[in-house]
């Protein structure tokens, strides 16, 4: 009997000393895990790319002309000679839509031309001369007086031809300006112009109208 209670004395001495052991080493253990280094965050490294992304929108619902765009005419005097579209054409930007008479366009186109011709002839001979009396300054043969002459007609001379130059180019502009055409896509919704009217010498819209279409429907 003795002998039972002094071995499970000795047991429970044993356990014992063993929870502490145990209690012991926890803050040992506790410090190694600190004491550890932690794992770092994974980071992938990736190069930008551009790329395109296909969407298709799906929508219900009727195309129409939205808004009216009036053609005027930018020349004055002149006859209609040819109109070559209708309400409800469809046209295209550029396309042409009436024709003016151009005869005395040309005509008067021939007489500035002429007359540029006769301002150049007028311009070198100032020249020459200008010239001349730029170098007879310093020596006597001509006075003051004639050399300023000659300097200013040389001035005046370039002037015409400058005038001359600016006709010939509103001509130009008017021969341009009697071709009619489209401003852009769309529908033909008005026309007031017919041929044989003459417009007016002041620049005005003369009837015609081109509806634009929604969305580019119509280009």
């Keep these: 009997m003795k002998f039972k209670l002094r071995s ?51 929508a219900n619902g009727s195309v129409a002309a939205w808004q009216e765009a009036l053609i005027g005419a930018q020349v ?13 054409d469809v046209v295209q930007k550029g396309q042409l839509l009436a024709l003016f008479a151009t005869d005395t366009v ?21 020249k020459a001369n200008a010239a001349r009396a730029r170098s007879l300054k310093n020596s006597g043969a001509l006075s003051a007086q004639q050399i300023n002459q000659y300097l200013t007609a040389e001035q005046t001379a370039q002037a015409r031809l400058e005038a001359t130059a600016a006709l010939v180019q509103v001509q130009a502009l008017r021969l341009k300006y009697a ?27 003369f009837g015609w ?9 119509l280009r």
Aim: with cysteine; hydrophobic share 50%.
């Design 106 to 126: 040309l005509a008067d186109l021939a007489v500035q031309k002429a007359q540029q011709a006769e301002a150049t002839a007028a311009l070198a001979d100032a």
């Design 8 to 58: 499970s004395f000795n047991k429970l001495v044993l356990s014992g000393l063993l929870s502490l052991a145990s209690f012991a080493t926890l803050p040992l253990l506790a410090q190694a895990s600190q004491d550890a280094p932690r794992a770092g965050l994974t980071v992938t490294v990736t190069r930008p790319e551009i790329a395109q992304i296909a969407a298709v929108i799906t």
């Design 179 to 205: 071709e009619v055409r489209a401003p852009d896509d769309g529908v033909i919704s008005m026309r007031q112009a017919t041929v044989g009217s003459v417009v007016p010498q002041v620049p005005s819209c």
């Design 209 to 217: 109208c081109v509806s634009n279409a929604l969305n580019g429907a």
């Design 76 to 88: 004055g005097g002149l006859r209609m000679a040819e109109v070559l579209v209708n309400v409800g």
